[in-house]
């Protein structure tokens, strides 16, 4: 759906929208199953909230495309993630609250092992903690560059962030990371003439922090990579009227969610902690987005049962969350993270949508199989979402006379 | 999806694919009939794999249109047919093995019959046989034209291929083939300025032909149509990563996936020996693109029963199939022939895709009013099969982090 035109058609309102995101909710039968974490799991709020919703699995980004978490909520949010690509080295500094300038250049960094002939023997340093990273981070904040600012953070364990800030800077360089080991670190590329300077220095950065973490151990190198520039993109007030909030604890989500102008007040680690800050701040907010991170958490571990107590725990917060009698309430995932796979996939995830005027379908269980007969169809575009949400909060306009 | 997108995402991998296509797949109950071919075939081992599947109907391009076998084979391997048209011309040599130099321009001839005064009366002289068609061409080769080199091969029956070669010639020539009898041949008209001395060296080309062929009988004279050159495409090993093999006997198909880089091994004329090249060549390719162009002739031929019969003695060689255990089997069609209509249609086309990770629908039998309400939905677009095989694959990355 095209932004422009919906940004067209907003109207204000006082609606109150609720998005509730299981990360990596969607998921597949075990070896051998039948039924899927969410289909197995015992959820009676979730399926009587499908019984007066209008249900469907939504797909991020196409068919066969395994979408990255930023991809998946970018969508969710109702931007394209096709025209806007946060790289790597953004999204860490949005995890941790670095405040970017407009033509920042950032890298997402591994410190790294290597051996006196600089090959790689360990990618992430044997897991350094991120005290030793941030210490680490100070030794190389030292190093000065020509015309350019340098910026280094720790982001988590072995994990930092780098900006260059200056002039003439590109983020048009190559990865430095072979992402694999028994090679050595390749050389930051110019990927465009215009990149030459960033390339340069880039190259004077990691010389420079080869001398310093010469004789740390296991810390004695860095690896870049996702060079990129913070992505011009409209927040949620400017393209949808919406006075929005993220209640995430997971900073990568928090990161993102500011990007797009929301607000992320801070909220403790369990669910109730948060729903405590939604209740709170009912009344500041038109729109909670509502993250929760487990289900990811236990797909990636490859924890079926894990992921389904997961969502049981989730489905038990619902009634709470509905005494808040939110004007629409959506409960889908960013992707799917089946247990049997250990990692993000492809499959379509399920969406319900319910508002008093959605004019509900069939669908009274709140899972894959079911979902996939209900009215928004069984690949329904994710980027759709997000209009269909104004619209059953009277926040759109008709088109046309 | 985009081809772009897809070649970024590719991974490598050991897994096998095979994509069965049985031609003309899709169908319609006959007259005063209630199932179409397949739903009246019995297909047991369709079926079981059908329960194991992810099941739709898939539209070759639009609703409404009617695919050619070109445009269906090509969106099967994932190529837009509206971004890579495929000329008869180019088609036609590609079925005899013709190699093509770059700028060659290429026409489907065929030999006809015309009176006295040039009306055409039988638009295929006679079905004369193709080795009388052979000795034509060579007869015809004997046409010198200034500054093109001209090639003349039969292809079968009354069909032949004509090539020119040289410089600033161009495609953009009209068909002299009014296609219907009772009119003049029509004049090999420039659809472009360009195109201003091919349209002349054509016609001095048929005026010869006229001559040479004057006293023949009923082969009198000829029409040109799809005058064409070879497209520019990517083949399937550097748009996929795939190693590919075209197990298919029909000569225009072997010559369409030749165009994509696929092999394609010699294969005697029935499915128990072109299985067994698959089984003696498993090792050689990731991909087995494996055609029964019964299926289709059988409709063409308005055939009910016999198209019933063909699908059934695919439906027998599954187990054979299986029993290599595929990482992804595909089983599908490239568009509908039903026996009711003898031609193509523009009715969407069974399809099921089996792997370990595909999710499987309720859909357990394999037919068009079955797959209707499988996860790929009604009107799946055929060329979002190739990125869902990928990923089934396990050789697509994900997208952004």
Redesign the interface.
Same mark, same amino acid.
């Given at each position: 759906m095209d932004l422009a035109l919906i940004q067209r058609l907003i109207k204000p309102a006082h609606t109150k929208i609720i998005l509730l995101v299981m990360d990596g909710l969607g998921g597949?039968?075990s070896?051998g199953g039948v039924y899927?974490e969410l289909e197995t799991a015992i959820t009676p709020h979730l399926d009587s909230l499908a019984a007066g919703s209008i249900c469907g #699995?939504h797909q991020v *980004? !196409?068919? !066969? *495309?395994?979408?990255? @978490?930023?991809?998946g909520h970018l969508a969710l949010f109702g931007y394209d993630? +096709?025209r806007y690509?946060?790289g790597?080295g953004i #999204?860490a500094g949005l995890g941790i609250d670095f405040e970017f300038k407009a033509h920042d250049v950032a890298a997402r960094g591994n410190f790294c092992t290597v051996d006196d002939a600089g090959v790689i023997v360990d990618r992430r340093a044997g897991r350094i903690p991120t005290e030793t990273c941030a210490e680490l981070c100070r030794k190389l904040s030292r190093i000065t560059l020509p015309g350019v600012e340098l910026f280094l953070a720790p982001v988590k364990d072995y994990r930092f962030l780098l900006v260059l800030r200056g002039d003439h800077l590109s983020e048009k360089v190559a990865d430095t990371d072979p992402l694999q080991t028994g090679e050595k670190r390749l050389p930051p590329r110019a990927l465009h003439p215009d990149a030459k300077l960033t390339a340069d220095r880039v190259e004077q950065f990691l010389e420079e922090a080869r001398k310093i973490l010469a004789d740390e151990r296991p810390a004695n190198s860095v690896l870049l990579r996702?060079f990129s520039l913070k992505p011009d993109i409209k927040g949620m007030k400017d393209s949808f009227g919406l006075k929005a909030a993220a209640v995430a604890s997971y900073p990568m989500y928090r990161g993102l969610a500011r990007l797009l102008g929301m607000e992320a007040p801070d909220c403790g680690e369990s669910m109730d902690e948060r729903i405590g800050v939604i209740e709170k701040r009912w009344r500041d907010f038109d729109f909670f987005f509502l993250h929760e991170k487990r289900t990811d958490s236990a797909g990636e571990d490859g924890d079926f049962e894990k992921k389904v107590a997961c969502i049981e725990a989730v489905d038990s917060a619902i009634p709470r969350l509905m005494h808040l009698q939110p004007d629409v309430f959506v409960v889908t995932g960013d992707h799917s993270t089946?247990a049997? +796979?250990k @990692?993000?996939?492809?499959?379509?995830v399920p969406v319900m949508l319910f508002s008093k005027m959605c004019r509900p379908d069939e669908v009274d269980k709140f899972c894959?199989?079911a979902c996939?007969?209900g009215y928004l !169809?069984?690949?329904f575009p994710t980027t759709d979402l997000m209009p269909l949400v104004l619209a059953n909060a009277m926040r759109l306009n008709k088109f046309g006379a």
């Open positions: 597949h039968p070896e899927t #699995l *980004i !196409g068919p !066969g *495309i395994t979408p990255g @978490s930023g991809p993630p +096709l690509e946060v790597r #999204l996702g089946p049997r +796979l @990692s993000h996939s492809w499959h379509p894959e199989r996939r007969s !169809g069984p690949r």
